[in-house]
């Protein structure tokens, strides 16, 4: 993350519409290729180990990040890829979930990390609408504000790689941030 400069700090206007003093931007990870193949081999091995590929018919990406982390981890495992647009469309078949989804069929979602949930809830209820089944949703970071209690409400069980306190925790003791910064990642957390 930080030597391909995802990892900042300041004041940061997030999805969920609160600030937070640091923002973790994956969107970038498909431009820098060898992190973004290592970040695919994470997510093919965590959907076989962690969810299992038995679990799931489909693999699906929310806009804008989870998107090119689905769509290369679909073809990976050979299932097929969806996705979810942000709102449904106002022409053609007026589709909110783009691609083939059966009633019944399980689902996989998949994005860069998880907030409060509120972007995975609404891909979960627009798959929910169309008879699509969704258990499990796969992340890289959990940022430790709510999101995994938002999903188990629903049933839905959370696989990510690191939550952001280990994250934190690991870039300081490598000298990779300051004591500081840990910290205002860390008091961002019990917010």
Do not use: W
């Not at 081999?41 to 990040?65: H, S, W, Y």
């Not at 089944?133 to 995994?148: A, Y």
């Not at 999903?151 to 990779?176: D, F, G, P, Q």
């Amino acid at each position: 993350m930080v030597k391909i400069g995802a990892l900042r700090f300041g004041t940061f206007k997030l999805s969920s519409g609160s600030l937070s003093p640091y923002y973790i931007n994956l969107r970038i990870v498909p431009s820098f290729p060898h992190a973004y193949q290592k970040v695919e081999e994470i997510f093919t091995e965590m959907a076989k180990n962690d969810v299992g590929l038995q679990n799931f018919k489909r693999v699906a990406g929310i806009p804008t990040a989870g998107v090119p982390f689905a769509s290369i981890l679909a073809y990976n495992l050979s299932k097929p890829f969806i996705y979810v647009r942000t709102e449904q469309k106002t022409h053609g078949e007026e589709r909110r979930v783009e691609g083939i989804l059966h009633p019944g069929d399980k689902v996989l979602i998949v994005d860069d990390l998880i907030t409060k949930g509120t972007n995975l809830l609404s891909a979960i209820d627009a798959i929910n609408i169309e008879g699509g089944i969704v258990s499990d949703v796969l992340v890289l970071i959990d940022r430790e504000e709510g999101g995994s209690k938002a999903l188990n409400k629903l049933h839905v069980k959370l696989h990510y790689l690191m939550r952001i306190s280990e994250v934190a925790k690991t870039l300081c003791e490598k000298e990779t941030i300051t004591e500081e910064e840990m910290k205002i990642i860390l008091k961002q957390i019990k917010k």
